[in-house]
Each structure stands twice: as C-alpha cells, then as structure tokens.
C-alpha cells in the first residue's frame, strides 16, 4: 500500500473512539454517521513540525492512531499539513505522515490543529430520528442513496436491526423519488412499514440479536 494512496480506508470497532454497536436503536446510524460522513477520535495536536517530507504530529495524551489509517489534519495555516494522509509510524504520544513540499516547522495556527480518523467523505442530505440517507460525493458514483431506517419499532420489538434500500433520490427522509429497491410494485412501501405483526419491512441489517 503506497503512503500517499488514499483510496482504501478501513474501520473495525478496536480502534480507539470507533462508534460501537450493541442491541440499541440508532447505533447503526450513529455508525455510519462516524464512519461516512463524520470522522471519529478527533484529538487535539499540540506540536506539528515537519522534517524530510515528513510531519510528527505529536499529541502528549496520547492519540488515537494505527499505522496505515487514513487521517484528517485541520487547522495549520501552511496548507501542506492540512488534509487527509496515511499514517506511516507511530509511538504512544506521536505519528507521522507523509507531506509534499516544505512547509515551515513547526506549523502554526490561528484556531487550533486537530487530527481524527478520516471519514469516507460521503454526505447525509436527508435525516430524521434515527433515519439517515446517505450518498456518494464521488462524481463517478451513480449518486445513489443509501437509506437507513434504524428507529424504535413497535410493539415490543427488542432485537436491533434497520430496514435498508438503495433508492434513487428523496424529498425528505420520508418521502422516496424515483426507483427503489428492493421494490414490491403491488406494495411500493412495503420495504417501510409493517407488513404484519411478526414483520417490518424485509430488507434489514441486523446489528444485534435478542437478548445481545
């Protein structure tokens, strides 16, 4: 994996600050809000120099960093320090990433410098209480939208799922435009509501089971 190549990033949820996921409604928004869109294990920087096309981000706390995770640098006024980088090494108060150019060290801020784990970069255009739609930034994506329903449902139902489709646009987060799926023409919501009482929807992601 090449130092600068940004394109694989990866979670699991032994990384310091990762969201976790348990048998509660909203956590697999709370999820995918950190690991898309958000970031997580945001920690304040308090020296950042640069030597030899590297950058030691130092964090006398401690940091919340693997080698090879992809990071999101904020707050320098010298723009070569500030984006997204791979983690080359790192020690218990310090890592290190790759940087072009030769900006001036150690670098300097008006706010303050912060690192975190660098989310997919994805967007959230429509939300509602435990429900997200997300999509794609990438131009080349067909801009489709991942639409999550992980709310409370009713009665009495304990284990934690969402119900889950691919749809092509909305109007809000209640209110599907266009091609759907999975899609049921004789029932276009089905894949929403409650078909009977031992049933909501069929399309779901479970992220915790009975009494887990």
């Known amino acids: 994996m090449r130092k600068t190549d940004l394109t694989v990033k990866y979670f699991n949820s032994g990384m310091t600050g990762a969201p976790q996921i348990s048998n509660n ?11 898309l869109v958000n970031g997580f294990a945001l920690k304040a920087i308090d020296t950042l120099t640069f030597a030899e096309g590297v950058a030691i981000a130092t964090i006398t706390a401690g940091h919340a960093y693997q080698p090879h995770q992809v990071v999101l640098v904020a707050g320098a006024e010298q723009p070569e320090y ?4 791979r983690v080359l090494t790192t020690t218990m108060t310090a890592f290190t990433y790759a940087v072009a150019g030769t900006p001036v060290s150690p670098a300097t801020t008006t ?10 970069g994805w967007e959230k255009p429509f ?9 794609s930034k990438n131009p080349q994506s067909p801009q489709n939208i991942l639409l999550i ?6 009665p009495n139902y304990t284990a934690g799922w969402a119900n889950v489709g691919i749809v092509e646009n909305l109007s809000d987060i ?9 899609y049921d023409p004789n029932n ?3 894949n929403w509501k409650q078909v009977t009482a031992n049933q909501w929807g069929w399309h779901k992601w479970y992220h915790a089971r009975g009494g887990q």
Not at 25 to 35: E, F, G, Q, R, S
Not at 82 to 85: A, H, L, Q, W, Y
Request: charged letters at 15%.
């Open 127 to 135: 939300a509602g209480t435990s429900k997200a739609a997300y999509r």
């Open 188 to 190: 276009p919501p089905q």
């Open 111 to 120: 706010t303050s410098l912060s690192a975190k784990v660098a989310p997919l």
């Open 174 to 182: 209640g209110t599907i435009v266009g091609a759907q799926a999975p």
């Open 149 to 154: 329903d992980n709310s409370l449902k009713t």
């Open 82 to 85: 500030n984006r997204s980088f």
């Open 25 to 35: 409604w909203d956590d697999l928004v709370t999820m995918l809000n950190a690991c």
